[in-house]
């Protein structure tokens, strides 16, 4: 009973006939109001952490990490870095964790209930054919993460965003030790995607198929028999984030709710 709620809750929504299209950014297109006013602050303001804790910068978090210029103030590395700043600065971030207050990685969903900060390599959002003479800066303390988004609805593969005060950020590969944390978040994202795909006509989907065939197309596209870290199947997986999926869709205006005829 539980596992059909779940369901129906993630998928009986349907597509406005008045919109065919996501009103979230694309890498080439940016919407006319920043990813953070899309869902807002998380957090009222909080206290700055103290000090990173040791373990969060060892060696299996900067693994892979090239000699970088490195820079202690986040503005400071959003002017270094050329991209668009209209409505607000908009930039890549490569080989970065989440960690909270007491420097302890952490998801990103955990920006709702305490302090989040970045450790990261800050990108333009455009990128250069000349990987040599790309400005890259390297910020191992900034924030507050005030919120996070997803978009590529339309383009059919997830791409997270989340925002500070200063900039939205466009995340490209979290370092080694965090990968697994951040995978989990990813597929969550990946499944929203999924869904949209089934509902969506402008990709070719239909919003009056059956709840069964939307699950098992959804469930087949994500590669069925794989394992999640929680150890769920892909479709226990699925069902299990029904509400998170239906919220993106709806928080981001996607569809809209059924009118009664």
Not at 16 to 32: G, H, I
Not at 42 to 50: G, I, N
Not at 67 to 75: G, H, S
Request: glycine letters at 6%; aromatic letters at 8%; hydrophobic letters at 30%.
């Amino acid at each position: 009973m539980e596992r059909t709620k779940r369901a129906e809750t993630m998928l009986t929504v349907s597509e406005s006939d008045d919109s065919e299209s996501s009103v979230l950014a694309t890498t080439k297109q940016r919407p006319n109001r920043s990813i953070s006013d899309i869902l807002g602050s998380a957090c009222d303001s909080r206290k700055k952490p103290k000090k990173a804790s040791v373990g969060l910068f060892d060696k299996s978090f900067v693994s892979g990490t090239k000699r970088q210029p490195i820079e202690k103030d986040e503005q400071v590395a959003v002017k270094s870095t050329t991209g668009e700043n209209i409505p607000r600065p908009n930039r890549r971030l490569t080989n970065f964790v989440f960690y909270d207050s007491d420097g302890r990685p952490q998801p990103i969903e955990m920006l709702e209930i305490c302090n989040m900060y970045v450790a990261g390599t800050i990108l333009p959002l455009e990128g250069s054919s000349d990987e040599e003479k790309e400005k890259v800066i390297r910020c191992e303390h900034f924030g507050r993460l005030e919120s996070w988004a997803i978009s590529g609805f339309e383009e059919g593969s997830p791409i997270i965003w989340v925002s500070t005060k200063i900039a939205d950020y466009e995340c490209i590969e979290p370092r080694t030790g965090y990968k697994r944390m951040y995978k989990n978040f990813y597929e969550k994202a990946r499944a929203c995607i999924e869904v949209y795909k089934r509902l969506s006509k402008s990709c070719g989907g239909n919003p009056n198929v059956s709840l069964d065939e939307r699950v098992a197309g959804v469930v087949s596209s994500m590669a069925q028999g794989r394992k999640f870290l929680s150890g769920l199947s892909v479709e226990n997986f699925v069902i299990s984030q029904g509400d998170f999926i239906h919220d993106q869709l709806v928080r981001n205006q996607t569809f809209l709710y059924p009118t009664e005829k």
